[in-house]
Structure formats: structure tokens, C-alpha cells
């Protein structure tokens, strides 16, 4: 009962680091890194149920991110023609959606950092569902995965929390360093250009 009781408290803990760690547009950690210490840390714990929590919360703060980066990018900060080529992507998703679900799917399983994703998708005006449901999937697959391999890699090359921390700390700076730049190339890529023409080229 008083282990029941401890996971209960660590999954509503985990569900509130998460969400805020996915609300955050830059410098936060990635979430697969905190689900493999978790996994370093304590492997007896139930990775089916942590890694559910952990994708409802970061599947909820990315949407939030999503619709901040709408309300607070697009309609204030992107130019009429920045909007008009970023919506673009509507039809190229909407023409191939069951190509686009699965290369959602497949990202969402990535250790890829999703940040730039759901800024990106906020600038656009398609519906956050379409994205939401693939990512949550992904990410609870990725997140139990994460989990088991934080157990078995830690079991199998006897480390511990200190001794993978550079490798985290080296993804994390380098996938900062990535986001303005990242950013600035999905609003200057023309989406027209791409999906009617097959042609790759920036917006003069």
C-alpha cells in the first residue's frame, strides 16, 4: 500500500515537471533525459504508468506551446506574407495525411526535441489534433522505452546519474543552440514552392 501510495505521488510530481518542461519555448532539458534517470535511478518503479503520465503531461505543455506560439508569433510578430506561406503546409498535409501521421508518429518516437515541431505547427492554422494524437503515442513509446533502456544500460555497464550526465548536457546544449536558427528557416522555406512545384527555395 505505501508503495502504491510513493509511485502515486511520483507520477502526479513527474506529470507536473513534465508539463512545465514542455511549456518552456528553450533551455529546458529534454524529457526522454529525465525519464532515463528516472529509469537509472529506480528501476523497480511501473514504466508502463510513468511513461502514460509523462506523455499526457508533455502532449498538454506542447499543445499549450503550440497555441502561445499562434497567438503570440503569428497574428503579432510574422508579416501577412510569412502567414500566407506557412499555410501553405495545410495542403501538403491535408493532400498525404496518412504520410503525415506517420512521419509525426515516427518523430514523436525520436529523441528528436519536439520544441521547434509544435512552435512551428502553432504558426500554421491547422487544428493542434492532427498533431496532438500522433505525438502522445509517440511519445509514450519512446518515454517506456527510455525508461527500460535508463535500467538495462545502467544494470549492464554498472553507471550511474553522474557518469551519463555529460552526454545529456552535450544533446541538451546542442539542441538549444539549434532553435532560433531552426525557427527562422521554417518561416523562410517556401512551403508553396515545396509541396506544389517539388522545388526547394527561400522566400526572397
Known amino acids: 500500500m505505501t508503495e502504491l501510495f510513493d509511485q502515486s505521488w511520483l507520477a502526479v510530481v513527474l506529470f507536473l515537471v513534465v508539463f512545465v518542461l514542455n511549456i518552456l519555448p528553450a533551455f529546458a532539458p529534454p524529457t526522454w533525459t529525465t525519464m532515463s534517470f528516472i529509469g537509472l535511478a529506480a528501476p523497480s518503479l511501473n514504466f508502463i504508468l510513468l511513461a502514460a503520465v509523462a506523455a499526457t503531461a508533455a502532449t498538454s505543455g506542447r499543445v499549450l506551446l503550440a497555441q502561445l506560439s499562434h497567438a503570440l508569433i503569428r497574428k503579432r510578430l510574422l508579416s501577412e506574407r510569412a502567414r500566407r506561406n506557412v499555410d501553405a503546409i495545410r495542403l501538403g498535409i491535408e493532400t ?109
Request: hydrophobic share 50%; proline share 6%; charged share 10%.
Open 96 to 204: 498525404r495525411p496518412m504520410a503525415t501521421v506517420g512521419t509525426l508518429l515516427g518523430y514523436a518516437c525520436s529523441p528528436l526535441p519536439s520544441n521547434y515541431l509544435f512552435i512551428a505547427y502553432g504558426l500554421t492554422a491547422l487544428p493542434l489534433s492532427f498533431l496532438a494524437l500522433p505525438f502522445f503515442f509517440g511519445r509514450f513509446m519512446s518515454y517506456a522505452f527510455w525508461l527500460w533502456a535508463g535500467f538495462a544500460l545502467g544494470d549492464a555497464l554498472d553507471w550511474d546519474l553522474l557518469e551519463t550526465t555529460p552526454y545529456f548536457v552535450g544533446y541538451y546544449i546542442l539542441s538549444q543552440l539549434l532553435l532560433v536558427p531552426a525557427i527562422y528557416g521554417f518561416t523562410r522555406l517556401d512551403w508553396h514552392s515545396l509541396f506544389a512545384e517539388r522545388r526547394l527555395r527561400w522566400l526572397r
